[in-house]
C-alpha cells in the first residue's frame, strides 16, 4: 500500500520547535521530491516547504524562512520538518506529499498532522 503518514504534530508555546515526520510505505521517496503543506481552519491550504529529488535543495514560504528546516533521509525513507520559533499563525494541520504543488490530485498526500502553538 503507497501511503505517506506524518507525526510529531502537537501543542507547543510560542517560540517552541516540532519537529515533523513524514514516512513513506510503497514507494521509494528518494525518487521525489517532497513538500510540506499546512491548512489553518478557514484557511486554504498552501505550501510551505519542498525538497528536490535529485540534490536535496530546498526552498521555503517566506513566512517560515529561517525558522523551518527541511531534510530528507532516503536510507529511511524519511522527510523532516524543522520548525522553530513558532507562532501562533503556524497553526495548522501540516501535511507531506510527493510534490511540491498545493492539492495536486495526481500524487500521494499524508493524512496530516495537528500543529497548534498557543500559550
Known amino acids: 500500500q503507497v501511503q505517506l503518514v506524518e507525526s510529531g504534530g502537537g501543542l507547543v508555546q510560542p517560540g517552541g520547535s516540532l519537529r515533523l515526520s513524514c514516512a513513506a510505505s510503497?514507494?521509494?521517496?528518494?525518487?521525489?521530491?517532497v513538500g510540506w503543506f499546512r491548512q489553518a481552519p478557514g484557511k486554504e491550504r498552501e505550501g510551505v516547504s519542498c525538497?528536490?529529488?535529485?540534490?536535496?535543495?530546498?526552498n521555503y514560504a517566506e513566512s517560515v524562512k529561517g525558522r523551518f528546516t527541511m531534510s530528507r533521509d532516503n536510507a529511511k525513507n524519511m522527510v523532516y520538518l524543522q520548525m522553530n520559533s513558532l507562532k501562533p499563525e503556524d497553526t495548522a494541520v501540516y501535511y507531506c506529499?510527493?510534490?511540491?504543488?498545493?492539492?495536486?490530485?495526481?500524487?500521494?498526500w499524508g493524512q496530516g498532522t495537528q500543529v497548534t502553538v498557543s500559550s
Open positions: 525538497i528536490s529529488s535529485s540534490d536535496g535543495d530546498t
Open positions: 506529499a510527493t510534490t511540491c504543488t498545493v492539492d495536486s490530485p495526481y500524487d500521494v
Open positions: 510503497g514507494l521509494r521517496l528518494g525518487y521525489y521530491a
